[in-house]
């Protein structure tokens, strides 16, 4: 009998036994049924999502957003013309957010839904950087941040444009007021805070950064314009914390970048870029698109997209409210510090964000304070083994040799949840005391995803992933 004709694991019928194809184009047809399985098998491997907290982005979303998500599978949101009303509620979308943020204007503020907050972020630096050449900007334009996600490093790198990073100074681990504006100059295009930092979760300070500015309008004339890059701390903040002022109630603020797919709750694929008033967007962003035998105006890096994330953040908008997503949010941070709680009565770690809405977003992370025998790589690594995935990994240059973990608190982790985390951290933590490496575990060693990602030195390049059967 050859294998073809032998009957299946699942389906009994001869014939159907089929390894999954790995590489070079599958020669032949399977059925559906067949074809499913291989690959809803395959990925069992990926884990269970809800218990990975390196990620920021949505784990959890409610049947109906699910609903709306597979009724809208076929609809292209650049289509204007044959999807209007998904258009429609794109533009509500943008003056509901634009409401939150405190736009002068809610109403006719410009604003586009991307693919994230990547996308996004780079359509507010592109912006800012043609307004600086329309002032008359010559030479290498750049900017300046504190540590930044990745996306930051991109739009340098893809854009011609220099990154210019701030140094952490002593223990502070976000960007200082006092030092962004020895680092302006002519060419600078914008300062971006980060709002909800990738690293600890910390928010940068704004409202001190733009008075810092201000200071340095005055002594030398430079009018250097704040981006934000709020992709957690944007929807967030507005429900936890609301008199912090990060947004466009700070006339410098003239552009923010949030991720719908983190905190607003969307599924993947979701993000928002929003400009403080029209002359902020320049002409040479825009694109128009036919519109019900009219044209309409878009700004984005992508053409096609589906539709179904706009959608499903229109219905969490108008499903949870401002109410609604003031519970649930301050339910996340609720969990946060409950388990901030428990790691300090395990006893040797240190907060560097305990879950306080007024200083970062829903997100525990911490250090260790003692030698205790073994490093947060090896507790990350323990935690595996129970499926849990926390993120360890080394601060940011300038302060690279401490390692830090974080945990993020997301809509689907619950107080229950947490305790069972913390279960498993202290059965952990007991074990690698009883059961010290000889060789300490390095990060390589350790793996996990910090939702960074490394800019590569092209001699450095990594070899494609190959498959081990191939
Ligand atoms: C501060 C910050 N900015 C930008 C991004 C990139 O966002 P996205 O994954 O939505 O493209 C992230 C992702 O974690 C982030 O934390």
Redesign the pocket.
């Known amino acids: 009998m050859t294998e073809e004709l032998e009957p299946d694991d699942l389906f009994a019928l001869p014939g159907l036994r089929r390894s999954a194809p790995k590489a070079g184009f599958p020669a032949t047809e399977l059925i559906p049924q067949v074809a499913y399985e291989i690959v809803h098998d395959e990925l069992m491997l990926d884990g269970v999502s809800r218990m990975n907290l390196a990620t920021?982005?949505t784990t959890w979303v409610d049947d109906q957003a699910r609903r709306l998500m597979n009724e809208s599978m076929d609809k292209n949101i650049v289509d204007k013309d044959e999807y209007p009303q998904t258009a429609e509620l794109e533009r509500r979308c943008v003056r509901m957010i634009a409401d939150l943020w405190h736009a002068p204007d809610p109403a006719a503020t410009h604003g586009t839904s991307t693919t994230?907050?990547?996308e996004a972020?780079m359509l507010g630096g592109l912006a800012a950087k043609f307004r600086w050449r329309k002032r008359g900007g010559t030479g290498t334009p750049n900017f300046v941040c504190g540590p930044v996600?990745v996306?930051w490093e991109k739009f340098a790198r893809y854009f011609d444009v220099e990154i210019r990073r701030i140094p952490l100074r002593g223990d502070q681990l976000t960007m200082h007021p006092d030092d962004v504006s020895a680092y302006c100059d002519d060419n600078t295009i914008m300062v971006v805070p980060?709002f909800?930092?990738?690293y600890t979760g910390l928010f940068e300070d704004v409202a001190g950064i733009s008075r810092a500015l201000d200071r340095l309008h005055e002594v030398s004339g430079l009018d250097i314009p704040i981006h934000v890059?709020a992709?957690?701390g944007g929807f967030l903040a507005p429900f936890t914390a609301p008199d912090l002022i990060w947004d466009f109630r700070l006339p410098r603020v003239k552009s923010i970048n949030a991720?719908g797919?983190?905190t607003g709750l969307a599924p993947l694929g979701s993000?928002w870029a929003l400009w403080r008033e029209e002359a902020d967007l320049p002409d040479e962003l825009i694109f128009n698109v036919d519109y019900l035998g009219g044209s309409m105006a878009t700004f984005n890096l992508n053409f096609s997209r589906p539709g179904g994330q706009v959608i499903t953040s229109y219905y969490e908008f108008i499903r949870l409210g401002h109410t609604g997503y003031t519970h649930l949010q301050s339910q996340l941070y609720h969990v946060a510090q409950h388990l901030a709680n428990g790691l300090l009565k395990l006893g040797p770690f240190e907060m560097i964000h305990g879950g306080d809405p007024h200083r970062g977003i829903a997100a525990v992370s911490w250090r260790l304070t003692d030698d205790v025998g073994f490093n947060l790589y090896e507790l990350s690594d323990r935690l595996r083994t129970r499926g849990w995935l926390i993120a360890a990994y080394p601060l940011p240059a300038d302060r690279e040799n401490e390692t830090i973990m974080r945990a993020l608190v997301r809509h689907g982790f619950t107080t229950d949840m947490a305790d069972l985390l913390l279960d498993d951290i202290a059965r952990g933590m007991e074990q690698l005391a009883k059961h010290p490496q000889t060789e300490p575990l390095t990060r390589e060693e350790a793996g996990g995803f910090t939702?960074n990602a490394t800019a590569v030195v092209p001699s450095e390049r990594a070899k494609p992933v190959r498959s081990s059967t191939e």
């Open positions: 920021f982005c994230g907050s990547s972020a996600q996306c980060t909800g930092q990738t890059d992709a957690s991720s797919h983190k993000g939702h």
